[in-house]
């Protein structure tokens, strides 16, 4: 299994990205997928989840600003992120979820916003 987490970068406070995890030896849209976040210093949380049903949450500090999809077609997971702040930032992940399915974190995509 390969998750490649891309689309990071720096942004002002206010401002948006889309980050994307493309995916291999695994097929995305008959597993529930998650968003997951680590900032420098804390533990890694939890972001946002898309069931294989299309149904999704959100941590309560994203919610209404971020927003989970998937391309079964490309077999690829979205998170869209607007109205960004200093404290999203983050090394982002994209993995299975519940957290302890996870094997390999791999690198992740990091979001620097400033203020």
């Known amino acids: 299994v390969q998750l490649q987490a891309s689309g990071g970068g720096l942004v002002q406070a206010g401002g948006s990205l889309t980050l994307s995890c493309a995916a291999s030896g695994i097929i995305l849209s008959i597993n529930t997928m998650g968003w997951y976040r680590q900032a420098p210093g804390k533990q890694r949380e939890w972001v946002a989840t898309?069931?294989?049903?299309?149904?999704?949450n959100y941590a309560d500090s994203v919610k209404g600003r971020f927003t989970i999809s998937r391309d079964n077609a490309k077999n690829t997971v979205y998170l869209q992120m607007n109205s960004l702040k200093p404290e999203d930032t983050a090394v982002y992940h994209c993995?299975?979820?519940?957290?302890?399915?996870?094997?390999?974190w791999g690198q992740g995509t990091l979001v620097t916003v400033s203020s």
């Open positions: 993995n299975k979820y519940p957290q302890w399915l996870v094997r390999d």
């Open positions: 898309i069931t294989s049903g299309g149904s999704t």
